[in-house]
């Protein structure tokens, strides 16, 4: 008894600390940066009103957060709306890493944007992939706000 | 103190002896072997024609810079200043008188002599140990004129097999990608160019992003990624011709290519659903065999020089790290266990090192190790460089370097630099535009 009651309040402990160093790093990336992936807009276009047509991810991953599943809704959305309409998406590394490793890298990440369109009701046969690693990136600078915009994949209109 | 114990093992065992002076390349040369390269003779008719043909005042004089420039980039030498010399190149070249070299403290003397024969260019070189107050090598050679900065890279090459008992580098050629522009639309070009910086010449106009060109080791054949039509795949271009195919037409993204060291196949990633694996494709058959299958991301693979084992990057550990496999794909090893991540594993062309390209703390730095993964030794480090490539010696690697940019964006630039595999010598091989994914080639002549 006595222990199940050090665990619950070394949770309470742990969850109190969640919130306060998420809060935290929201803070240090001025608003623009949840952990190190991009939040903010201003590389952002739109393939509609609306839809934004990018997602973010962070350093050396291919997992779609939850905004990038939400863009991703929108854009599936939008695609299943317009079904004449075929996409490339383009995956993105930022510049530390590997050229090699980074060409394959962008391509996971494209893949994962690409899954989860099909999910959500729109063919394979409409979504090309294409990876460009570090090679296009969209921000020229080397911190890591800029590297953040830079982790991408990219809905591109093909028709 | 070196050079004294080396001159006593060699007068003890006289068989084993193939000079006085010996190089130890094996070791930082903090004091490099001071060297006279006297200028080659030339008779005034010979003198005259070549100035014709290549237009260059004193042929004799600028292939003796070239063999000059080489030795001085090797860290090894120090060629002595010209204007010291005693003696004149043609009297030289009979027979130096040792006295007047060992004066300015020469210790070895490159002399050697000119002509215009039959149209040809006809070159003698000696090289001799002035110390012994003898002759060490006597070489003549003819070729056509407009080879003559190859005659200065072959003379570099047999004097430095000579004095270090180890094959040069010199009388080789680097592939690359030249690049242009700002940093997010980047003009990428195939280019080549000699060892020493000269003969640049562009292989592609830059209407297509280009990456990543490697050498045959056995022939003037380079594969290389293009995103020709935005499909990115592995191409082979025939550097002579400039006939240019397609090899890896694969469903997917084919990248990271290499040769096997017989040149008869490619070894390349295949990406595909969000995956990447290892493939070979046998040039002549167009057979296609997969080498690995892993959820990972598994690239850059390179063979060990007799085609037994692969050396790949693989992030299956969750991280990216160096593997060795058989080159069929069994028994598959990490070999990497530093701290940091690792990649672009690249064999040795003596076999028994690995260089790699390691990030660690924000730095990056270009390494090397034992193929079973010990022995790992960090040459440089630096904010951005990565993508070794040997010498055919294995004796120096070529790699590039990205700077920082500012706050702005700006000031950004990729060039190629070089170091020794000492960890001393690091030097920038200029080129006339950015540059970055250099390749060495094998020895051309020999």
Request: glycine fraction near 8%; charged fraction near 25%; include cysteine.
């Amino acid at each position: 008894m006595e222990f199940n009651k050090i665990l619950k309040n070394a949770l309470l402990v742990i969850v109190a600390c969640l919130a306060l160093s998420a809060c935290a790093t929201k803070k240090a990336g001025t608003g623009q940066m949840q952990g190190d992936v991009y939040t903010g807009k201003d590389t952002v276009e739109y393939l509609a009103s609306g839809v934004p047509d990018r997602v973010f991810f962070a350093t050396n991953e291919s997992v779609l957060t939850t905004a990038s599943r939400e863009t991703l809704r929108k854009q599936a959305a939008w695609l299943r709306k317009n079904s004449k309409i075929n996409i490339v998406l383009e995956g993105h590394a930022d510049e530390r890493g590997t050229r090699e490793y980074n060409l394959a890298l962008g391509e996971r990440r494209a893949n994962a944007a690409k899954d989860y369109l099909m999910t959500y009701g729109v063919s394979s046969d409409r979504i090309s992939v294409l990876s460009y690693g570090k090679e296009r990136p969209v921000d020229s600078g080397s911190n890591p706000l800029s590297w953040s915009k830079n982790r991408r994949s990219v809905t591109v209109k093909a028709n | 103190m070196i050079k004294k114990i080396i001159l006593f093992i060699f007068i003890l065992f006289p068989i084993n002896a193939w000079g006085l002076i010996k190089v130890d390349i094996t070791r930082g040369n903090l004091d490099p072997l001071p060297l006279a390269v006297s200028p080659l003779a030339i008779e005034n008719d010979s003198k005259f024609k070549f100035q014709k043909i290549l237009n260059k005042k004193d042929i004799g004089s600028e292939i003796s810079k070239i063999v000059e420039r080489n030795l001085k980039t090797s860290g090894l030498f120090n060629p002595l200043d010209k204007e010291a010399f005693l003696q004149k190149p043609d009297i030289a070249n009979l027979k130096p008188r040792f006295e007047d070299w060992k004066l300015i403290k020469a210790q070895a003397l490159i002399t050697g002599k000119v002509n215009f024969i039959d149209e040809k260019l006809r070159v003698e070189f000696r090289l001799w140990d002035i110390l012994a107050g003898r002759e060490m090598m006597a070489l003549a050679f003819t070729t056509v004129p407009t080879n003559w900065r190859r005659v200065g890279h072959i003379i570099s090459d047999k004097v430095y097999e000579r004095l270090t008992g180890e094959k040069g580098y010199f009388d080789t050629r680097i592939i690359y990608v030249a690049e242009e522009g700002p940093k997010t639309q980047r003009v990428k070009k195939l280019a080549i160019m000699d060892q020493d910086g000269f003969n640049n010449k562009f292989l592609t106009l830059g209407n297509e992003l280009v990456l990543t060109p490697r050498f045959n080791k056995t022939s003037q054949m380079v594969t290389y990624l293009s995103y020709f039509r935005n499909l990115p795949r592995v191409y082979l271009l025939d550097i002579e011709t400039g006939t240019q195919e397609v090899v890896g037409d694969f469903p997917g993204m084919t990248f990271a290519p290499r040769f096997s060291p017989d040149g008869k196949k490619i070894i390349m990633s295949f990406a595909k659903d969000g995956n990447s694996d290892i493939f070979t494709m046998d040039l002549e058959s167009r057979v296609v065999d997969r080498i690995t299958n892993h959820p990972s991301i598994d690239t850059s693979p390179s063979y060990s020089p007799d085609g037994k084992f692969i050396s790949f990057n693989s992030d299956r550990s969750g991280y990216q790290q160096i593997y060795v496999m058989e080159s069929n794909g069994k028994n598959v090893k990490r070999i990497s266990f530093g701290k940091g991540l690792y990649g672009t594993p690249v064999w040795s062309p003596r076999g028994d090192l690995i260089a790699f390209t390691k990030l660690h703390k924000g730095k990056f730095y270009i390494g090397v190790m034992r193929t079973d993964g010990s022995g790992e030794r960090l040459l440089t480090e630096n904010f951005y460089q990565e993508a070794p490539s040997w010498s055919p010696n294995g004796r120096v690697l070529i790699f590039y370097r990205e700077t920082k940019t500012d706050d702005k964006g700006k000031g950004f630039s990729a060039k190629l630099w070089s170091i020794d595999l000492t960890g001393y010598n690091e030097r920038e091989v200029k080129t006339p535009t950015d540059a970055s994914d250099p390749s060495w080639s094998s020895l051309l002549s020999n």
